[in-house]
């Protein structure tokens, strides 16, 4: 007995000797669940390779993944080595101390130039114009649209719409037109319905897809600088821009109160809508005949122009951050410099990930790769984001509070829910002394 | 007692292995207890001290005491007081759906028929199942596209959980299909104990039906049915799950998910758990009024 203690007492000693050496050569990237997680894991496979280091992508469903980023974060738990995670939380994750500050590596790299501007303004820097950065652009997105092209190449329905609308049927380059096109093809009594629009008011769907219209519209959500919110937020524009979308959410398929990427994928999928917004990443879906009957059929287009040329997108995507509270600081900073080599990123490009690269995303290879590059090379220049302040949370349910009920419950109007909104945040700002 | 025993059982394992009877109590006691102040006491206090403080779990500033500011915000928040209303509305609707869909059930199935057992089982299935999955399951049924809700009433295109008035009404209707069976069950418990010479008593002085059930059979039931409005009024105040994931309207925001949103997405933890503390104290004061009122029922 006294033998198999010994025995055991010097298994585990060997175990906890041998533990640290193990650990080093194992990465963990923490992400949500979706196609660009499955993506990456095949890239760092590749690194595996390379190096030796095993490193997993662990993934959680979307709707738990702040919830469980941030409960680890607050444990200061090591579960995770490097996290691919939302923009908007920059912030809070870097002024809560859980990221590393990447602002040497970025300098080093001189990726201020290597990556596409907007991603590095977006997806690394915080505040804004500061020249601090959290985060490598990873997986760059934005919202875009599909659209049935058999539907609006019917010969038909091309001299049906030119008569009513007096110019022809075509991929809607302006706002307005996007709203005619919906407007006639929704068709309740053939199942048939004009456009799916993000509805969806537990996090930042709505807020997402209002974005579109407002920014288009050459409106904004306020100055990111001076935290202004009066008079940009509730200005003309944003208030044509919010009736605009409200004009859209009547051309939806019914029961469209509660939507998001899934259910506008399926607005497609199943023949529901003649157009569906989305961010760019679930497009493969669409393309793929397994997932979509109508794969052939399908096209894709980037948000249209506002009434004076605005043209913008909301941002989606991520960038890679360091974890403060990993035992693998050094490792992660190795991977990320393999990470952002040129081949690398070509790489990532090819397995389907969206390269934030700025020469992978101008190279005509990269944008004629699918039917959807196109549009997506063209947002990606043009993308603005929401707020990426610690207290983002509460700017997006207050959001979600003022904006539902007008977009689907009709109530009030587009002017005073932003008024109320604008109120909301500039009380919000006060609270964190931001503003006086 | 322990001397006692320790009497009758002299030759036990194990006081022959020096344990005492004391001891033995203690091995069983001092992990419950200890579990129940890591677990309960601990979070509950740290809880009620983080509910002054402007404490945000998301970040590593330190928490300032604020004193009563968390809760005089709450209070003062029309947006709280919206999410308490429709709470109480909530409330009202799914207990008393609850009350008597599961009280008729009862009174159905305490007279003979053909496999009532088999008939009971079935009726309790709801419950048994998870909150989440219900909430999926009766979101598919209120689809307007193709859920059977709308196909079998025919209501055409009809937006149960779009539309803002009738929402909260959907979402109570599920909580009222789940939850009548737990209702049926300790009523059928109340109904089966009412002594059977009352209804011949009754029947010789030919009282009717309705003086049966009012005179007779509600007053005996009463406290059992106390006790099931008790437990769902409480478990209806805190109703998440299935709340959450059927609607996003505006009125179907109880304070539970006010709470969660608070607490868990914008990392408002000393105003959260001030806010739990606000519908702990709602709860607490509900329950007294209900065990009033119960133990004036049994007094009768």
């Known amino acids: 007995m006294r033998r198999y203690i010994s025995r055991l007492f010097a298994g585990a000693a060997a175990l906890a000797l041998c533990v640290p050496a193990a650990s080093a050569q194992e990465l963990t990237i923490f992400w949500a669940e979706w196609d660009p997680a499955n993506y990456l894991q095949e890239l760092v496979n590749e690194y595996e390779a390379e190096t030796g280091v095993v490193v997993t992508v662990e993934t959680t469903p979307w709707q738990d993944f702040q919830t469980k980023a941030f409960t680890e974060f607050n444990a200061r738990g090591s579960a995770y080595d490097m996290i691919v995670g939302d923009s908007q939380w920059l912030g809070a994750a870097s002024e809560g101390g859980h990221y590393v500050d990447l602002t040497e590596f970025f300098k080093k790299h001189d990726l201020g130039n290597v990556m596409a501007p907007a991603t590095v303004k977006y997806y690394a820097e915080y505040p804004g114009n500061s020249g601090k950065f959290w985060a490598i652009p990873a997986e760059g997105d934005a919202v875009g649209w599909s659209y049935r092209k058999d539907w609006f190449e019917d010969p038909a ?54 974005e579109n219209a407002l920014f288009s519209y050459g ?73 979509n009957p109508h794969a052939d059929a399908t096209g894709f287009f980037a948000n249209p122009a506002g009434p004076d040329g605005d043209q913008f997108a909301a941002l989606g995507g991520q960038g890679i951050s360091i974890v403060s509270y990993s035992n693998n600081i050094d490792e992660s900073y190795k991977f990320l410099e393999w990470f952002i080599q040129d081949d690398v990123q070509k ?45 983002y949370a509460e700017l997006l349910t207050a959001a979600n509070r003022r904006l539902y009920p007008y977009v689907v419950g009709g109530e009030g109007t587009a002017k005073e829910a932003l008024d109320a909104l604008a109120a909301d945040w500039v009380e919000t700002f006060k609270k964190y002394g931001r503003t006086e | ?16 292995r020096g344990f005492s009877d004391l001891s033995i109590r203690n091995l069983f006691i001092i992990p419950t207890i200890a579990f129940l102040i890591i677990f309960n006491v601990f979070p509950l206090l740290y809880s009620l001290w983080t509910s002054f403080t402007d404490f945000r779990a998301s970040t590593t500033a330190p928490a300032n005491w604020i004193g009563l500011a968390n809760y005089r915000e709450l209070l003062s928040d029309p947006f709280i007081w919206r999410n308490f209303t429709i709470t109480a509305k909530y409330v009202l609707i799914s207990v008393t759906g609850q009350v008597v869909v599961g009280f008729g059930l009862a009174m159905l199935l305490n007279r003979k028929i053909p496999l009532k057992g088999l008939i009971t089982t079935l009726l309790l299935l709801p419950m048994m199942l998870s909150m989440a999955v219900v909430g999926l399951f009766w979101k598919l049924l209120y689809d307007p ?3 059977i809700i709308n196909y079998f009433l025919g209501l055409g295109k009809f937006e149960w959980l779009a539309d803002p008035d009738v929402a909260l009404y959907a979402v109570a209707l599920v909580d009222i299909w789940m939850w009548s069976p737990f209702v049926m069950l300790l009523s059928l418990a109340g109904l089966s104990a009412v002594p059977k010479h009352l209804y011949e008593a009754a029947e010789i002085d ?51 998910i006010r709470l969660y949103k608070m607490a868990f997405l914008e990392w408002q933890t000393g105003l959260s758990s001030a806010l739990a503390y606000i519908v702990l104290i709602m709860v607490v004061a509900i329950t007294n009024i209900y065990v009033k009122y119960l133990n004036k029922a049994k007094a009768r």
């Open chain 1, 219 to 291: 409106a904004d959500l306020g100055n990111y600088e001076t935290y202004e919110v009066e008079g940009i937020l509730n200005s003309e524009q944003a208030v044509a821009a919010l009736e605009a979308y409200r004009q859209l959410y009547e051309y939806t398929p019914p029961g469209w109160s509660k939507t998001f990427f899934v259910e506008n994928n399926q607005a497609i999928t199943e023949g529901l809508a003649a157009m569906s917004m989305n961010y760019f990443a679930f497009f493969p879906a669409l393309v793929n005949p397994a997932s």
């Open chain 2, 145 to 147: 596209s193709f859920g």
């Open chain 1, 347 to 391: 790489r990532w490009a090819d397995l389907g990930g969206y390269t934030a690269h700025a020469a992978t995303l101008e190279s005509e290879e990269f944008r004629n790769a699918t039917p959807y590059n196109e549009a997506f090379y063209q947002t990606m220049f043009k993308v603005k984001d929401f707020w990426a302040v610690p207290e």
């Open chain 2, 206 to 256: 030919r009282a009717g039906p309705f003086y049966t059930f009012f005179r007779i059979t509600l007053p005996l039931v009463a406290p059992i049915l106390m006790i099931a409005i008790i437990f769902r009024t409480m478990e209806a105040f805190k109703t998440f799950d299935h709340a959450y994931i059927l609607s996003s309207q505006p009125t179907t925001e109880l304070i539970a």
């Open chain 1, 157 to 210: 329905e091309m001299k049906a719409f030119e008569a009513k609308y007096g110019y022809p049927l075509d991929v809607p380059k302006t706002w307005q037109q996007l709203i005619d096109i919906a407007e006639f093809f929704h068709r309740p009594d053939e199942n048939r319905y004009g456009v799916a629009i993000y509805t969806d008011n537990s996090y930042d769907g709505l807020v997402m897809g209002v």
């Open chain 2, 1 to 16: 007692m322990t001397e006692l025993i320790s009497r009758l059982e002299p030759d036990s394992r194990a006081a022959s």
